[in-house]
């Protein structure tokens, strides 16, 4: 069934490019009314993040983290995915563009393909494999990965025996649907969207280009990407750690960073932003596979400049013993006869090393893909001198073309968090740009009836999952899924390849209906991720989707018992025997529904919480900014330029005057959030100026402040003073002539108790230090860092003020510089690791490169609103990769300088990613709520009020008539007051006490 009103725009967007941020532009729009043609080079979505073996610094396998979305995008009823497709011409205005597509023939029918994989099996042709990056060979017909989305088969036309030489049709002749279709044809059609989001990814770097480190001739010389699959429970050698030479167990590896990256002469200037921590991550997983082998990471500097990063490295130092070598190796060769690989590199005195490792990984940069030029002149935009889409310090996700933007790797080097948070913030711009389309031309799926289970025996059906090698190199999967056949009211149970991939999900529901199944229980990985996406699945079934258990044997066996197979083998099946005890008890529940206030609270005036409130406001929904102070902009009131010298001060008047002049915003200025009831899509907040509102969202913004000194003689000189004053002397008119300037970095940062990168600070002294050199050529300023981290494209700034002639000299925390202030002098001792020796400075002015604070109101906010915060005292997102922008408490979102140090442009990136996934919440008339809550019996009640002093969401309450009543709109499930009544009147959905009893009765009874 559709929906049709009137609007002049086109209620859909077009998305170029399948990726992780293309995926999350595409859920978040469709899931707010708006229609999603995905449009896809290759054969399936996915993009590189397919590719990873885990993900930092959570450790989640990245197929496992990305196959539900990917799933999701699949079958969401509002997403057209039209694969091996590209657009060739662009035509229209914001609001109402004409694309033409042009599609590459399949030839084999998406319609009648079952994705059982017949014909690969029965194909004799074999093609190096481009997924598993000449590792490995696949077939002429083939799917990218065994998870592919969609499943369907491909026929490689280059390859295939019969489209080249027309014999073979070994395919064709075993496909049991008759899908094979040699016929099959390019194809052309139009497409008419309001909008456009361009995500095409990235190409790599390839190695081959510089030939002294041996990619190509050395076969024990890899690259980052080809190491990721080596690694990979799926890869080539199924997660175990070969040298593809020899397939001989390594000991010593090395990497080598910044393999095509920051490097003018045969590569790219530009830092890929990632390498430092994949390289790093790689070093971690690699010695939690194989305890025996030794990293070492030979590097220039270490950019661990993300939230937590730092520590990461520094577990990796302590807690691994991965080897951090600061020197850039020079030549590698190849050992004649064993394979072994020869390093040359400097030591720290200067002599070269020659040093035998018996593996090398090359940590290769991102670039753009190689038709970008003409990308970009299809959709009519402008790209960088780098050939990356163009956009502005202020508008990071904007394009030269209005109503087209951009998102991920195309827009710049940038990790996997900032490619989501800016997929949510292109859906964002998208959504306020057609506002009045929303729900224009989309599709409501129509769910079969629910089947009655009621009184009627269980019949429950099990499946426990390979997960490539994840869980089968620990677990005897099949032996699992034997032994449950013969428990009670089990009537069917079998082992699956990848419960979470199309087939797997196709599959379970056949069997459902086919076996008259009501209840299912999914042995696989952790349900945090998992468990929606096969409630969905039995949902479409027919059956209520919380007669569903996930029995976690992964994260709660494979893993943590490696290497015990026989042990971890008992427990995965006493752990899935408690989880059929569990389902025989499963009871449908009803999910109620709330209705949704479409406003948002927004706590912070600054930049993220302006930029957070106009894209609201723009989308149509009423939002209230609360701001302390009596003046909007936040710290960016002290910031006159950015690094490329767009006018900050101008900006943020122009953005406050956007603010105060917008129909749809109230700013109540000089107040705070004195409480706030109700719940999510239904609150209620009092400030303390005594305004009272109702919202169905909250986007917390509440800032940062900028570290104070007391190190280096701060408050002795005048002469001695931060990057922002330096900054506002030099925006006055300062003359710097003939002056000496020395800068200390990390003033405040990377170190205890404050140990972060705060991520402006190398910035600024940049920024400075371009801005007194081009002043007065001859004023001399000298840096003194630990790391320069002028990642992504500011490099091209870092390589500007060492052109400009700005000295840098390295120091390490345990030896970091003396400033003493001598009367009218001031002294600098440092020690310098080119000259290896100490030198002495007596500059004119000493500046400062503070760090970055949470806002002490964080404390408050999160004691408010039960916000957890990192030991820094940042926010905690609900999930560092998948929802960067999101709090685990529903309706909540966080943006700006609450959530981590960052730059103005990546700020307003996630302030609009906070709107874009708040505006998927405010679209909603109703909003459905969980049904695993608690259910509160007040007959047997006795009001003791134990509950009430407990709950720290304030669910129960003491009603009109002196008793406990429960507000389940407001309850999460936490269980705590089911857990602490002594009557037993509170028990909460699917975890029942009598649930919980058979679960341990099973796993005693053995």
């Not at 790209?383 to 951009?406: D, L, Q």
């Not at 003359?735 to 003033?747: D, E, L, R, S, T």
Request: with cysteine.
């Amino acid at each position: 069934m559709s929906q049709n009103k009137q609007s002049d725009k086109r209620g859909s967007v077009l998305i170029a490019g399948g990726g992780i941020g293309g995926m999350q532009a595409a859920l978040d729009l469709a899931d707010s009314g708006f229609r999603v043609h995905m449009i896809q080079r290759d054969s399936a979505i996915g993009g590189t993040m397919a590719m990873l073996d885990k993900t930092f610094p959570t450790g989640d396998c990245s197929m496992c983290m990305i196959s539900p979305k990917m799933v999701e995008v699949g079958r969401h009823p509002n997403i057209e995915l039209h694969t091996l497709s590209e657009v060739m011409s662009v035509d229209g205005e914001p609001g109402n563009f004409s694309v033409k597509i042009k599609q590459q023939p399949r030839f084999v029918d998406p319609e009648l393909c079952t994705g059982c994989g017949a014909c690969e099996k029965k194909c004799p042709k074999l093609v190096v494999g481009e997924f598993e990056q000449g590792l490995s060979k696949r077939k002429a017909i083939y799917t990218i990965l065994p998870q592919a989305v969609p499943h369907t088969r491909v026929i490689d036309k280059d390859h295939c025996i019969y489209l080249t030489k027309g014999k073979c049709k070994a395919c064709s002749k075993f496909c049991p649907t008759n899908a094979i279709n040699y016929d099959d044809t390019e194809k052309e059609f139009d497409l008419s969207v309001g909008a456009i989001i361009l995500s095409p990814g990235l190409a790599r770097y390839n190695p081959d280009i510089r030939g002294e480190l041996g990619f190509g001739r050395w076969p024990n010389v890899v690259t980052s990407v080809q190491f990721e699959r080596i690694l990979s429970a799926s890869g080539p050698y199924m997660g175990e750690i070969k040298r593809p030479s020899d397939e001989r167990h390594p000991r010593k590896v090395a990497w080598i960073q910044c393999v095509g990256s920051r490097d003018k002469r045969n590569a790219n200037p530009w830092c890929s932003s990632v390498c430092c921590m994949y390289a790093t991550k790689q070093a971690v997983i690699a010695k939690e596979h194989d305890g025996s082998i030794e990293p070492t990471i030979f590097y220039m500097e270490m950019r661990a400049f993300g939230k937590d990063f730092d520590k990461y490295v520094d577990r990796a130092k302590h807690q691994y013993g991965v080897s951090y070598r600061r020197t850039m190796v020079s030549e590698v060769r190849e050992q004649p006869g064993s394979g072994d690989l020869i390093l040359r590199h400097a030591a720290d005195d200067g002599a070269l090393v020659d040093e035998v490792f018996d593996m090398v990984v090359l940590s290769v940069g991102f670039q753009p893909h190689k038709d970008v030029v003409q990308f970009a002149e299809t959709f009519g935009i402008e790209t960088n001198i780098h050939k990356f889409a163009k956009t502005g310090a202020f508008t990071p996700v904007e394009t030269s073309r209005p109503g087209v933007y951009v998102t991920g790797t195309f827009q710049g080097p940038k990790d996997i968090p900032e490619t989501v948070a800016q997929g949510s913030a292109v859906a964002g711009r998208s959504m306020a740009l057609l506002a009045e389309a929303r729900g224009t031309e989309i599709t409501i799926p129509d769910l079969p009836p629910e089947t009655d289970v009621v009184g009627k025996a269980p019949r429950i059906g099990v499946f426990v999952c390979h997960c490539g090698i994840n869980i089968s190199q620990t677990i005897d999967v099949k032996q699992v899924a034997e032994e449950i056949r013969g428990e009670e009211n089990v009537v069917y149970s079998e082992d699956l390849m990848y419960a979470c991939a199309p087939d797997g999900q196709e599959k379970i529901k056949e069997l459902v209906r086919e076996h008259d199944l009501n209840r299912v229980v999914v042995a696989s990985c952790t349900p945090r991720t998992h468990a929606p996406l096969f409630q969905d699945t039995i949902r479409d079934a027919g059956l209520n989707k919380y007669l569903f258990e996930l029995a976690d044997i992964r994260e709660q066996c494979s893993w943590c018992h490696m290497g015990q197979n026989e042990a971890a083998t008992r427990k995965a099946a006493d752990i899935v025997r408690m989880n059929v005890a569990k389902a025989r008890l499963l009871q449908p529940v009803e999910s109620g529904s709330v209705d949704v206030t479409p406003g948002a609270l927004v706590i912070g005036g600054g930049v993220a919480g302006m930029t957070t409130a106009l894209s609201l406001g723009d989308q149509g929904f009423d939002v209230h900014i609360v701001e302390r102070e009596e003046r909007l902009g936040g710290l960016a009131n002290n910031v006159c330029r950015t690094l490329d010298g767009s006018d900050v001060q101008a900006f943020v008047k122009e953005r406050v005057a956007q603010v105060e002049n917008h129909p749809k915003i109230t700013v109540h200025k000089g107040a705070e959030v004195q409480n706030t009831g109700g719940f999510v899509g239904s609150f209620q907040t009092t400030l303390t100026s005594g305004d009272t509102f109702q919202h169905g969202a909250i986007v917390v913004a509440s800032g940062g402040v900028e570290y104070e000194p007391t190190e280096y003689g701060f408050g002795e000189s005048d002469r001695i003073m931060t990057q922002r004053t330096l900054e506002r002397d030099l925006a006055g008119g300062l003359n710097p002539a003939g002056k000496h300037y020395v800068m200390i970095q990390c003033v405040g940062s990377r170190e205890e108790p404050n140990n972060y990168c705060s991520r402006i600070c190398c910035q600024d002294a940049i920024k400075n230090a371009i801005s007194i050199k081009e002043k007065s050529p001859k004023a001399a300023v000298t840096i003194l860092y630990r790391d320069i981290r002028t990642y992504g494209l500011r490099e091209d700034y870092y390589q500007k003020a060492r052109e400009l002639g700005v000295l840098f000299v390295r120091f390490e925390p345990d030896r970091k510089p003396e400033v003493k202030v001598m009367g009218n002098l001031i002294r600098v001792r440092a020690w310098d690791y080119v000259l290896n020796r100490e030198v002495s400075l007596t500059p004119d002015c000493v500046v400062l490169s503070t760090g970055l604070r949470p806002d002490p109101s964080t404390e408050k906010i999160g004691a408010q609103y039960k916000l957890t915060r990192n030991p820094d005292g940042y926010f905690l997102e609900a999930h560092v990769k998948l929802r960067p922008v999101d709090f685990p408490s529903e309706g909540l979102y966080v943006a700006g300088l609450a959530h981590a140090p960052k730059n103005l442009d990546e700020t307003i990136s996630q302030a609009l990613a906070a709107a874009g996934r708040a505006g998927v919440l405010l679209s909603h008339d109703k909003l459905a709520i969980s049904g695993i809550i608690s259910k509160h019996d007040r007959e047997t009640c006795m009001s003791c009020l134990a509950c009430v002093r407990v709950c720290p969401f304030g669910s129960p309450f003491i009603d009109e008539d002196g008793k406990v009543s429960h507000n389940e709109a407001i309850c999460t499930g936490c269980g705590i007051c089911a857990g602490i009544c002594p009557a037993k009147a509170f028990q909460v959905n699917s975890f029942r006490d009598d649930q919980i009893i058979a679960m341990i009765d099973a796993a005693t009874a053995q």
